[in-house]
C-alpha cells in the first residue's frame, strides 16, 4: 500500500457497487471524496461487482467514521467515474503564514468574465488596516499555460490611478487552478491608505479569463457583493467596477504581514 503526499478530489458513485455493470458506467458523478493512497494488489474479488483486475485506490469520505471502515474505503483502477473529475493540491502552507488576508471573493471561483479574448486586467482595491508589507497575492488560471503580471497602484483614488501600476513580478502557471504568488520585493503598506491589486492575465483558448465570484445558483445565492471594489480592462486602460456592471467579485486576494513598531 502507498500513500500520497497530496490529495486528489474526484466525484464517484457510492451505489455503484449495487447496481449492474451497465448502470454502473452509465451513473454521473454526485459526490466529492479524496484519494488518500493506492494498494496495486488490491484483490478484485474484494468488490461486490468484479472488476476487470486487481488494484485500488484508497479512499476518505466525509460521512464519518461509521461508514466503510473507520471512514475509509476501496475504489477499483477500473471504476468509470475515479480521476475523470478531479482536482490536486500541493504546496499546502499552514494557516498562520501570514498575519492578514484582504479579499472579497469568500466563496472562489464560481463564474469567469472577460472580453471574448483569452487576455484582460482585473484588479481589487483594498485599504491597509495597519502598517503592513504585502507579502503576495493569490488568484485563479482558468487554463493550462497561464501567463500573468502582477502590478500595484499606490494612494489608489480612482480609475485614473491604473495608469501609475507599478511592475511586482510575472509569470506562468503550466495547469489551472488557485494559485498564490509571493511579492520578491516586498512593498510596504500604509494604514489607512488605498491599494489596488492588478493582475494581467492571458490563458490561450479561453474567451473569459478572469474568475469572479457571483450568485449562480442556489448554493451561491447569499454571496455577498458589496463587500470589494473590482475592476476588470480589456488593455488596462478603461476599467468598469465588476460589482456594479457585472455584478460579481473578482478573485483576487492580497496577503500582508504587520510590520512590527
Known sequence: QHHLRCCFYMQDVF????????QYITHNPNHDIVIIGWDDT????NFTIEPDGDGAFICANSWGEEFGDRGVFYISYYDSNIGVHNVIYTGVEGTDNYDNIYQSDLCGWVGQIGYD???????????????ETLEAVAFYAVAPDTNYEVYIVENFTNEA????????????????????????????????SRYAIVVYIQSPNAKRPVA?????????????????????????DIWIRTEDTKQCNVCLKMFTNNIEK
Do not use: C, M, Q, W
Open 15 to 22: 451505489s455503484a457497487l449495487a447496481v449492474t455493470r451497465s
Open 212 to 236: 469572479v465570484e457571483y450568485r449562480g445558483d442556489s448554493s451561491t445565492a447569499s454571496v455577498i457583493l458589496d463587500d470589494g471594489e473590482g475592476y476588470i480592462s480589456p488593455h488596462g
Open 161 to 192: 490611478s491604473f495608469s501609475a501600476r507599478r511592475l511586482l513580478t510575472k509569470g506562468s502557471f503550466s495547469n489551472a487552478g488557485y494559485y498564490t504568488v509571493d511579492i520578491p520585493d516586498k512593498v510596504e503598506l500604509e494604514a489607512g
Open 117 to 131: 479574448r483569452d487576455y484582460a486586467y482585473f484588479s481589487n482595491v483594498y485599504t491597509a488596516a495597519d502598517d
Open 42 to 45: 488490491y484483490p478484485a474479488s
